[in-house]
């Protein structure tokens, strides 16, 4: 098994008020820890789980995260975390095969806390140690993870989406690469709870979030560049599955914290 890296963000965030509410999803397996004040949180209307200082709470990708922010006694609060999109064999994205509890086991946490806090000291040109840290954290997840039962999406429809993201796809091009019918084909993605569509759709709108946290480009040209037919298609899709348009995710997640409030770097 190979494990690669397909997108990799850390951050440090302070100075949340009291109660501070947010409902969001993100495309990007989340670790994010509690260092100050405390998290209540819970997805996709799952048990509310409580994390205090130096633990953790793991959400996968697309799931609608409801979060509150508690400050301590002091009335202060602070948080690290770290979105990651591991990919396994170059076709599947950690969290399409493998579950993970909601908070993660309590003998991981001091490890996890190094990794996470390690990131936060490197400098950007230091690869190496930044997917070092990477693996370090994957290691982690994967100890405490358990295989999912559903059925695995087809291997060579997977890889070609993964090959021509950006491009146009039709489901004859996926029949084509995968050997399949077109029923066979939406019956395979139905087993594995999915259809062509919704697969393709979520890989661009991961490439999107990425797009729009780091690149000065307009929303139309984010949508070309995702290989969205067009912009209206694109920002209704992204609104659908984020909860805001792609000027709204923008401005919370580019230049700003976790919070909505500006970067501190």
Known sequence: MKISFDYLFSWHGSNAPDGLHH???????????????????????????EIGPKEFYIAPSGVLQDIVHRTDENGEFACQYVFLTAVMDGIHRLDDIYD??????????????????????????????????AYRITDLLLRCATPKKQTRLPEKAVQ?????????????????????????????????????????????LT???????????????TAQACGFENQSYFTRIFRKKTGMTPSQYRKQYCGYNAFGMPNEK
């Open 100 to 133: 993970f509890p909601p908070k993660l086991p309590n003998q991981y946490n001091n490890t996890m806390h190094d990794a996470l806090s390690e990131l936060e000291t490197l400098g950007e040109t230091e690869y190496c140690l930044h997917y070092a840290c």
């Open 207 to 221: 490439l999107a979030c990425t797009l729009l946290m780091h690149e000065h480009m307009s929303i139309e040209k």
């Open 23 to 49: 409902i969001k999803r993100l495309e990007w397996l989340s670790v994010v820890e509690c260092l100050k004040g405390k998290y209540i949180f819970s997805y996709d209307g799952g048990p509310t789980v």
């Open 160 to 204: 070609y989406i993964a090959e021509h993201l950006t491009e146009p796809i039709s489901i004859q091009d996926l029949c084509r690469a995968a050997s399949l019918s077109e029923s066979e084909l939406f019956r395979q993605f139905a087993a594995a709870g999915s259809t062509p569509i919704k697969y393709i759709n979520a890989r661009r």
